[in-house]
């Protein structure tokens, strides 16, 4: 009997073992992104880790192709300095690389780079792209803004299932400061493992589908504060949402009269509350994460960016007669 359920551990371990192309906008050198590559390969999984080299929050899905060969400033964290080669990785792991680039790029960078020069013999198929997870959430109207979310909708642009994960810590932390993948209270660590648990539910699911996700899809998962953050909370409940609707957010600015400088806002106007595909019945992420507590959001978003049947005929209408 032992031995038979020692079997069926190893046959599943086997057979879920993905090749998962890891990003984030925080840097490659961030705890989170850290924390996420170690449980993943201990989870069995192959894990390319291609990052920013610095800091690149808020840089969206913007396409940055570096034409400078070596550095001209340091590094997040001054941890790759000044000089030093554009791109590369870590001495002691050909697994985990920067590039000095955005988000977005950095996916670019690892598929037609990374993947074919360095892993050529290995001729590694990416299974899914996980980015993230951000120090910060990422609901509603950060959809465009996010570099954690600009890696996502351009990886599944490029015909590649996608994940984006974002948490409730957004300190800007250094993992060779942080990281403690046997602390159960450090929500990097927490994070990893939840991200973990979300992605082998995918793969599990997947059977023999040769995608993890529809073709065009994605999701964005937010995560609420958790351990040294809120300790009564170490394993969020997952709930289904929407990006849009009530409640959610987006960036916006108001000017300090006593500064005299604009300052971000994200709650300063009700943003877009719509529903023209998707479930109309779920709540918003920002209403999960915000108003309830030790829950992490799920949406599911297409990458399709035409209006649907409907509402494209209905704006036809209003084109005529220049068309149709
Ligand atoms: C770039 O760095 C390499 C060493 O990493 C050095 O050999 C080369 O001279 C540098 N090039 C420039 C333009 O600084
Ligand atoms: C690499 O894998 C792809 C499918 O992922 C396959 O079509 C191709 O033939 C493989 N190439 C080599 C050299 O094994
Ligand atoms: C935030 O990150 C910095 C850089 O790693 C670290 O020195 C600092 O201790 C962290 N602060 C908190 C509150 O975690
Ligand atoms: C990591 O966390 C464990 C459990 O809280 C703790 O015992 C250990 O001292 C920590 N390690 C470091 C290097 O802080
Ligand atoms: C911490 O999480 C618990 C549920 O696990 C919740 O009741 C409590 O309100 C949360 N605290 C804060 C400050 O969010
Ligand atoms: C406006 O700026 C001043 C000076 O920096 C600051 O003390 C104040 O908190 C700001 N007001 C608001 C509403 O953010």
């Given at each position: 009997m032992q031995f038979n359920i020692l079997g069926l551990c190893l046959l599943a371990s086997t057979v879920l073992a993905k090749t998962v192309l890891l990003t984030n906008d925080?840097?490659?050198?961030?705890t989170n992104i850290r924390a996420t590559y170690y449980k993943l390969k201990e989870a069995g999984h192959n894990v390319i880790l291609v990052a920013p080299v610095s800091q690149r929050s808020g840089f969206g899905g913007q396409f940055y192709v570096q034409?400078?060969?070596?550095?001209t400033s340091n590094g997040e964290f001054n941890y790759v300095l000044q000089g030093a080669p554009s791109w590369g990785h870590e001495l002691t792991d050909d697994h985990i690389w920067y590039y000095n680039g955005t988000p977005a790029s950095c996916v670019a960078f690892a598929l037609t780079y990374v993947l074919p020069k360095y892993f050529a013999t290995q001729n590694y198929s990416i299974d899914l792209v996980v980015s993230g997870p951000n120090e910060g959430t990422n609901m509603g109207g950060l959809y465009t803004l996010s570099g954690t979310m600009g890696a996502t909708y351009n990886a599944v642009y490029r015909n590649l299932p996608a994940i984006a994960f974002s948490g409730s810590n957004s300190n800007n932390s250094f993992y060779k400061d942080s990281l403690n993948?046997?602390?159960?209270?450090?929500p990097s660590t927490i994070y990893a493992e939840q991200t973990v648990s979300l992605v082998n539910t995918i793969f599990e699911n997947q059977g023999?589908?040769?995608?993890?996700?529809?073709?065009g899809v994605g999701l964005n998962v937010n995560y609420p504060p958790v351990g040294y953050?809120?300790?009564?909370?170490?394993e969020p409940k997952w709930v289904p949402t929407r990006?849009?609707?009530?409640f959610a957010s987006t960036a916006d600015m108001v000017f300090n009269e006593t500064a005299g400088v604009f300052e971000w806002s994200p709650h300063s106007y009700a943003a877009l509350s719509v529903c023209?595909?998707?479930?109309?019945s779920l709540p918003t992420e920002d209403f999960i994460i915000?108003?309830?507590?030790c829950q992490a959001s799920i949406s599911v978003f297409q990458v399709d960016y035409d209006a649907n049947l409907a509402l494209t005929l209905q704006t036809h209408d209003l084109l005529k007669p220049l068309i149709g």
């Open positions: 925080d840097s490659w050198a961030s034409q400078n060969k070596n550095l993948l046997s602390d159960p209270l450090d023999s589908n040769p995608r993890a996700l529809p073709l953050q809120n300790e009564t909370c170490v990006i849009t609707g009530d023209n595909s998707g479930d109309c915000s108003r309830t507590a």
